[in-house]
């Protein structure tokens, strides 16, 4: 199993470009999240996914939008990048079987917008 | 609402030497808790976790933790560390009941020195 896996795993982008984090998992986990990563600050919730069409804020929604079409794949769409965003994102996984949340990560992808 | 609270945001360690890393949260309702880990460019890793019973929890690499209610602390323990131990460690508290937002604490660095 590979896991959780991120691409990209480096991007700049420039104020106002919109791009795609993607981020796929092979382990047949209902629960997919979205964090970012920011010195001091540990991993903030974005967004998360309990199962295909059913998505729900984090607690720094602002900025970015998530779909979920399959059991596999939730990206993060940034719609108008600012360089508050730059940080450093994490996607992560889970089973909701077995009740107690313990998630798997993703490698991260550091983005920068300038 | 739940947070989390890391005392220390660096602790400088000599190898062999015992080290605790603390952790204190609250809650208004019960909570799942766990202790993840961070090496260097990776994304993080569990290390532990307490759902109920035993309220001293052993994990992986030779690290525990010991939950305790009375005073809402969850402190990481081990005996002796290893150059391989220095990385960041995260404290996360979840809600036992319905609860699909994991709160991260800000992280503490352990630096394990020769």
């Known amino acids: 199993n590979a896991g959780v896996t991120q691409t990209p795993k480096f991007q700049v982008l420039k104020t106002g470009q919109s791009m795609t984090l993607q981020c796929a998992q092979d382990?047949?986990?209902?629960?997919m999240s979205w964090y970012r990563q920011d010195p001091g600050m540990g991993l903030r919730l974005i967004h998360y996914?309990?199962?295909?069409?059913?998505?729900d804020q984090g607690e720094v929604p602002n900025g970015y939008n998530v779909s979920r079409s399959t059991t596999e794949d939730f990206p993060l769409r940034l719609l108008s990048a600012a360089p508050s965003q730059t940080s450093v994102y994490f996607c992560?996984?889970?089973?909701?079987?077995?009740?107690?949340?313990?998630?798997?990560f993703g490698p991260g992808t550091r983005l920068t917008v300038t | 609402a739940q947070s989390v609270t890391q005392l220390d945001s660096q602790v400088p360690v000599f190898e062999e030497a015992p080290v605790e890393l603390r952790c204190n949260y609250s809650?208004?309702?019960?909570?799942?808790l766990f202790w993840y880990v961070q090496y260097p460019n990776q994304g993080l890793q569990l290390l532990l976790k307490?759902?109920?019973?035993?309220?001293l929890v052993k994990g992986i690499n030779g690290f525990e933790a010991e939950f305790n209610k009375s005073q809402t602390s969850f402190h990481l323990r081990k005996p002796s560390v290893h150059i391989s131990d220095t990385a960041e460690y995260f404290c996360?508290?979840?809600?036992?009941?319905?609860?699909?937002?994991?709160?991260f604490g800000a992280g503490t660095r352990l630096f394990v020195k020769a």
């Open positions: 996360a508290v979840n809600r036992n009941t319905g609860g699909f937002k994991t709160i």
């Open positions: 996914s309990v199962g295909a069409g059913i998505t």
């Open positions: 809650s208004s309702v019960s909570v799942y």
């Open positions: 992560a996984s889970s089973s909701l079987g077995t009740g107690a949340y313990e998630q798997y």
């Open positions: 307490y759902l109920s019973g035993s309220t």
């Open positions: 382990m047949n986990h209902e629960y």
